[in-house]
């Protein structure tokens, strides 16, 4: 798997910037909802559910609001730039985080997340449809694996010790921490050289962006490859945000004594569990593409195949992790929870990225992106709800995982007939049928 980085300059270094800043986000997330439980304080427990899920929904919805801009931007500016852009940004957006020291910034606090996530959407469409231009065809699915096992790596690494350093240097010191990792992620990203954007034949108008008609191409094009189940994947294990809820929330007040030796435990916080729980996921998303890679074959069928188990084995390890009350087997259910969900993550964008045209990568993925963060966003403040009317782990965790299920058995129906003989037609190509159908009308690991 490494060797795509040894065989593959370009992508070595686009590589090394998703490390440095990936490690950056995790620290960030452990050290935020740890704020926000130390300035909500116990008597806003009656709402704790809501709100650490809509801290998950402003960091998903800036996806859903922008991707319609951010796809047709990054199949149409030059992507390295956008990239190092938004690290700058970046940095200033985390660097304001410090000014939240109280219960009445809480409304900073958020406006703070959803700027960030707006501008990480800009980044994450430059990087996701420049990638494949850095690799050879043969070595796309080494890279892709190799992505997602490095996010897995770093959600583990830096959950760990956004959890310890939240001790030692205390909240503020991880936003400092944070904010030089990007400023890392642009110097590597200076250097970088990509092919151009493709030339489109019409210039990007805000009219276009604002009626969708740029996505509605490239839903147009996913539609004649006979992909939109493959592309839609992730918004159905989206309903699954509401995991993401259970584990700190889990963390909060389940264990919010977890001691780990020669530390003082934060029994105020649970931040130190909650980053441990995170780290438990990033090991399964590491462990998932690794063992499929290992042991499955990587054809469109067998990748369909294992899109579908990744439902079944998310929602059955989170069924038993709310059913458990020591830490070490609730750290098990997440970590065997999440080698389903990062499986199918990998294997439907490797399905997906096969086959669209190079043209409308930004866009797809976009368009991608969109569904997964707003059926997150939901599937989270679902389970924020159930938290807070029932005061029950068990029965948060119970409902998400019946919609997972659920979810899982509407895909797989509709997924059984995915068409993949046929190739992926360019956008300078005479229109198809499915293309000049479209044309009167002119858009979760």
């Not at 970046?90 to 409304?107: C, D, M, N, T, W």
């Not at 105020?268 to 399964?284: F, Q």
Request: overall charge positive.
């Amino acid at each position: 798997m490494f060797a795509v980085l040894r065989d593959n300059p370009r992508f070595r270094r686009l590589w090394s910037a998703q490390v440095v800043s990936q490690l950056g986000d995790w620290l960030n997330r452990v050290a935020v909802l740890t704020l926000i439980g130390s300035i909500a304080g116990e008597e806003s427990r009656m709402g704790f559910g809501l709100l650490l899920a809509f801290e998950m929904a402003l960091r998903l919805l800036p996806s859903t609001v922008l991707g319609s801009v951010a796809g047709p931007v990054a199949d149409r500016l030059p992507r390295r730039a956008l990239m190092v852009v938004a690290d700058l940004l970046r940095i200033a957006i985390v660097l304001s985080l410090l000014l939240v020291r109280g219960p009445e910034q809480l409304p900073l606090l958020y406006a703070l997340l959803f700027s960030q996530m707006a501008v990480s959407i800009f980044f994450e469409a430059a990087r996701g449809a420049a990638m494949p231009g850095t690799v050879r065809k043969e070595d796309l699915r080494a890279a892709y694996t190799l992505v997602a096992t490095t996010w897995s790596m770093m959600l583990t690494i830096g959950a760990i010790f956004g959890g310890l350093l939240v001790e030692i240097v205390g909240i503020r010191g991880v936003f400092i921490l944070d904010s030089v990792t990007y400023a890392v992620s642009a110097i590597l990203l200076v250097g970088l050289r990509l092919d151009p954007v493709p030339k489109h034949p019409k210039a990007l108008e805000w009219r276009d962006l604002v009626l969708l008609r740029d996505m509605r191409k490239g839903l147009a094009h996913v539609r004649e490859l006979g992909l939109t189940p493959v592309v839609f994947a992730k918004s159905a294990w989206g309903v699954a945000g509401g995991f993401l809820v259970a584990i700190s929330v889990a963390g909060r007040i389940r264990f919010p004594g977890l001691e780990v030796p020669g530390l003082a435990s934060s029994a105020a916080t649970g931040g130190l569990a909650i980053g441990l729980l995170y780290a438990a996921r990033g090991v399964g998303t590491a462990l998932g593409p690794i063992l499929s890679r290992r042991f499955l074959a990587g054809d469109d069928a067998s990748l369909r195949r294992q899109i579908s188990a990744g439902f079944f084995i998310g929602a059955i390890g989170y069924f038993f992790f709310g059913r458990t009350e020591a830490f070490g087997l609730a750290a098990l259910f997440v970590c065997l929870a999440h080698t389903g969900g990062s499986n199918l993550w990998v294997s439907s964008s490797t399905f997906w990225q096969r086959h669209v045209d190079d043209a409308f990568r930004g866009r797809v993925y976009a368009m991608e992106l969109m569904g997964m963060t707003l059926a997150t966003t939901l599937g989270g403040l679902l389970a924020g709800i159930v938290y807070d009317s029932t005061l029950s782990i068990d029965t948060m965790v119970t409902t998400t995982s019946a919609t997972v299920i659920v979810s899982g058995c509407i895909w797989t129906f509709l997924a059984r007939g995915v068409d993949t003989d046929r190739e992926a037609p360019s956008e300078s190509a005479p229109p198809s049928a499915a293309s000049a159908a479209e044309k009167p009308a002119d858009g979760v690991d």
